[in-house]
């Protein structure tokens, strides 16, 4: 139902977006008057108009070059692997140099993996970089069948094997629990696959530790309340249609209800940029909002098997999280480096939860132990922005080239 009104009411308000649109196409032959002061707010209030909706397509990367070794090179993306539910995406470089290959894993938390396209930019200087592309679930066909926890752990083996022997894996934020037990599983097995370091970022590998808002969310209702309430039906005629989700757009509503002021006030910012010509920190904001406003909903079996697994349960952290009927022992790794993140100020993983990972990992010795914590980043600070570049990223490559 919800996922019913939510389309009705994009297509209702969709005309008006239409005609604010065309209006500022006509700037131009207004010639100076359009930069009055009346016509600038006008303009501006339109152009706020036509913003006024989500997406459902992932934005580009728009990582045309990255320098290397001095030199600039171009990248372009390829698709390694093509599976139902997300691809294997390749950033290749125009460069013959040696570099360590790197699977970053994003999370599939109702934005697109372009999240982490600083994440990425920095990373490709000096790495190999593939990531987890996930694809929307409302363009998947139900007869793709299912995609849950396990299905996403199956992924991340098969992209492994995919790269081969002496890859390492970068994890950030909520597949860090699958990223570790990709890792636990293949090491059991003595796979050759298994990576040769595992980075966690800032993920809720253990939600005991200095509970959150988030982690007090998934837990003050049983599970059968968050499939009664939050999961829906695709409506036709998208793809999708009749695959049961967890709608991008009801994710992206509880991310900005947990600090509603701050993207009302970014709101007022970027209209008082466009009235006052200050073209430069408006796109900054739209940049930013542009991502945010990106959306992708979740299988209703993955998004219901993490909130109860790894949020309400704590499967992994106790010991009971299983794998195809295989209970998932973490003590198994021996031999992949391990490096936790966090951020001091993240108020949706917090301090301690991340590096509760080094309990888990028993055998492995501590000189392949590290962690990192980072002072005055929230959440995002940890994988985007300048401290990731000029503090964490160093330690992340320190950790990767000591592993090679």
């Avoid at 309400?312 to 003590?331: I, K, N």
């Avoid at 028993?362 to 000029?390: A, C, D, I, M």
């Amino acid at each position: 139902m919800w996922y019913h009104i939510y389309e009705a009411q994009m297509q209702a308000s969709a005309p008006f977006r239409a005609a604010a649109l065309a209006t500022l196409q006509m700037r131009g032959a207004l010639n100076g008057a359009a930069d009055s002061p009346g016509a600038r707010q006008v303009m501006a209030a339109l152009e706020m108009a036509t913003r006024a909706t989500l997406t459902h397509v992932s934005p580009p990367f728009g990582i045309a070059s990255v320098k290397v070794e001095n030199r600039e090179v171009e990248v372009t993306e390829e698709v390694a692997l093509d599976l139902p539910f997300g691809n294997l995406l390749h950033f290749k470089k125009d460069s013959h140099a040696a570099q360590p290959r790197v699977l970053l894993v994003a999370p599939l938390s109702g934005h697109f993996a372009t999240l982490l396209r600083g994440t990425v930019r920095t990373m490709l200087q000096e790495h190999d970089v593939y990531i987890t592309d996930w694809k929307n679930a409302r363009n998947i066909p139900v007869s793709a069948g299912r995609f849950g926890f396990e299905d996403y752990v199956d992924y991340l083996i098969r992209m492994l094997e995919h790269l081969g022997p002496g890859a390492h894996i970068v994890a950030v934020c909520q597949p860090c629990v699958q990223a570790l037990a990709a890792t636990a599983i293949m090491a059991a097995n003595k796979h050759p696959c298994e990576p040769r370091s595992l980075t966690l970022m800032a993920g809720p590998i253990d939600c005991r530790v200095n509970p959150t808002t988030v982690n007090d969310l998934a837990t003050e209702h049983p599970i059968e309340w968050f499939r009664n309430n939050l999961i829906s039906a695709v409506p036709f005629p998208l793809p999708g249609w009749g695959r049961r989700v967890y709608p991008g757009f009801m994710q992206l509503a509880a991310f900005m209800a947990m600090n509603p002021q701050r993207h009302i006030d970014a709101h007022k910012s970027l209209y008082r940029h466009l009235v006052e010509g200050d073209e430069q920190e408006a796109e900054v904001i739209k940049e930013f909002y542009d991502e945010y406003f990106a959306v992708l909903d979740l299988t209703e079996e993955f998004y219901l098997e993490t909130v109860a697994w790894v949020f309400q349960e704590m499967r992994l952290p106790l010991g009971r999280l299983t794998h195809r009927g295989e209970t998932v022992d973490c003590s198994a790794i021996r031999r992949p480096a391990l490096l936790t993140v966090e951020g001091e100020r993240d108020d949706i993983c917090s301090v301690g939860q991340t590096p509760a990972a080094h309990e888990l990992v028993t055998k492995l010795r501590p000189h392949l132990r590290s962690q990192h914590l980072q002072p005055g980043v929230g959440h995002y600070g940890v994988f985007n922005g300048r401290r990731w570049e000029t503090q964490v990223y160093p330690t992340v490559r320190s950790v990767i080239l000591s592993t090679r």
